[in-house]
């Protein structure tokens, strides 16, 4: 039995479909790590978000608010 395995497949395909391969790779590495990068960011405006909400609820001065939030 002749099995192929990926690696075989890969190093036998053409230069152009090696090419696109590599392109669809590239591009998934990319997506994911902006997926992970977003996900860090929200989580942090969620913190953010979330410690304002304590500080407007738990002053009664809204200018003293202001200041402790600048």
Do not use: C, P, T
Not at 20 to 49: C, E, H, Q
């Amino acid at each position: 039995m002749n099995e192929l395995s990926l690696i075989q497949l890969v190093l036998n395909a053409s230069l152009l479909v090696q090419i696109v391969m590599l392109l669809l790779i590239s591009i998934s590495v990319f997506s994911w790590m902006l997926i992970f990068s977003k996900g860090r960011a929200l989580r942090k405006a969620r913190r953010v978000a979330n410690r304002f909400e304590d500080l407007f609820w738990n002053d009664k001065d809204l200018n003293s608010l202001y200041n402790n939030v600048n």
